[in-house]
C-alpha cells in the first residue's frame, strides 16, 4: 500500500464577519511578531556554532515551518472566503449565520449558530454548517424534524425557532 491519500474535501468557503477578522489578526500576529521573533532566535543559535547538536537551532527551524506552512494556509483560506454580513430575504429558514433552538426528543433545548468549517471553534454554540447536524439543518424551517445518525444511535431534533443576528 503506497502513501497516496485522497485529499481532504476542502471546507465551505463561507464566513462570519467576525470569523474572518479573527484569521486576519492570526496571520497579522504570525507573519509581524512571532516569525521575526523566531528568526531572530534561530540566526542567535546559529552562530553559536555546530547546528547539529544545537537543540535551540533545531526547534527554532522546525517552528519557523510550522509558521510558514500556518501563513499560507491563512493567506490561501483568506482569498477564497466569502463574508457573509447580509441577512438572508427568507429568515425563517436555516440558512448560513442562523441561531437555530432545537429541541432533541429528551426535551432538552439547545441553541446553535452555523458558522463556518473555520470558526466553530470560536465559541461552544458554534456548529459548522460541514457537520452532519450542520448540513442536516440547512434549508430546513421551523417546526421541521431532522434525524442525525450517530455511533450510538439515531438522534432526532425538532426546530424550534430560527434568528439570525442584526450585522
Known amino acids: 500500500m503506497g502513501r497516496w491519500r485522497a485529499p481532504d474535501q476542502p ?12 484569521l486576519k489578526v492570526e496571520l497579522e500576529h504570525l ?3 512571532e516569525r521575526p521573533a523566531v528568526t531572530q532566535a534561530v540566526s542567535e543559535a546559529a552562530a553559536q556554532g555546530d547546528r547539529s547538536e544545537n537543540a535551540e537551532y533545531t526547534y527554532g527551524k522546525k517552528r519557523l515551518r510550522e509558521i510558514d506552512r500556518r501563513v499560507r494556509f491563512l493567506r490561501q483560506r483568506l482569498d477564497g472566503m466569502v463574508i457573509v454580513s447580509t441577512v438572508p430575504a ?15 426528543t429528551a426535551g432538552q433545548i439547545r ?8 470558526e466553530f471553534d470560536m ?40 434568528r439570525y443576528s442584526a450585522v
Do not use: H
Not at 441553541?111 to 473555520?118: A, H, I, K, Q, W
Open 31 to 33: 507573519w509581524r511578531v
Open 90 to 104: 427568507d429568515d425563517e429558514r436555516v440558512f448560513f449565520g442562523a441561531w437555530v433552538t432545537l429541541e432533541d
Open 111 to 118: 441553541e446553535l449558530r452555523l458558522v463556518g468549517p473555520d
Open 11 to 22: 471546507g465551505s468557503q463561507y464566513i462570519t464577519p467576525e470569523g474572518a477578522e479573527r
Open 123 to 162: 465559541n461552544p454554540a458554534y456548529l459548522s454548517m460541514d457537520s452532519p447536524l450542520g448540513r442536516a439543518l440547512l434549508g430546513r424551517r421551523i417546526a421541521d424534524e431532522i434525524r442525525i445518525a450517530l455511533p450510538n444511535g439515531e438522534q432526532q431534533y425538532s426546530i424550534i425557532q430560527v
